[in-house]
Nanobody
Framework: VQLQASGGGLVQAGDSLRLSCAAFGFTSDHYAIGWFRQAPGKAREGLCVISNRDSSEFCQDFVKGRFTISIDNAKNTVYLQMNDLKPEDTAVYSC????????????????WGQGTQVTVSS
């Protein structure tokens, strides 16, 4: 399994960005695909996760209302729509996957893609 994240960039506070995670090599199994971020000097934090089988999804409370995860199975691509971005959203965003149904906050991926930098200026 390979994951390729894209869509990061430099934006201003209040702007929106949509990140994409293209997945390659999935079998017919059930996968959970999600997004993490890591800001400089801070621990990595999980954001949202979605199932490739039934599109069930989960997002952490601190991003609900601003971030939305979705999947296009025809394109094997997961999206993270981020609205009303704030300077504290500045981080490297990575997508990851595990061969499992969505386990909400217990999401523990074994496959990782490279990160994409998101920088939000005030």
């Amino acid at each position: 399994v390979q994951l390729q994240a894209s869509g990061g960039g430099l934006v201003q506070a209040g702007d929106s960005l949509r990140l994409s995670c293209a997945a390659f090599g999935f079998t017919s199994d059930h996968y959970a695909i999600g997004w993490f971020r890591q800001a400089p000097g801070k621990a990595r934090e999980g954001l949202c996760v979605i199932s490739n089988r039934d599109s069930s999804e989960f997002c952490q409370d601190f991003v609900k209302g601003r971030f939305t995860i979705s999947i296009d199975n025809a394109k094997n691509t997961v999206y993270l729509q981020m609205n009303d971005l704030k300077p504290e959203d500045t981080a490297v965003y990575s997508c990851a996957a595990e061969k499992s149904p969505v386990r909400r906050a217990k999401f523990s991926p074994t496959y990782w893609g490279q990160g994409t930098q998101v920088t939000v200026s005030s």
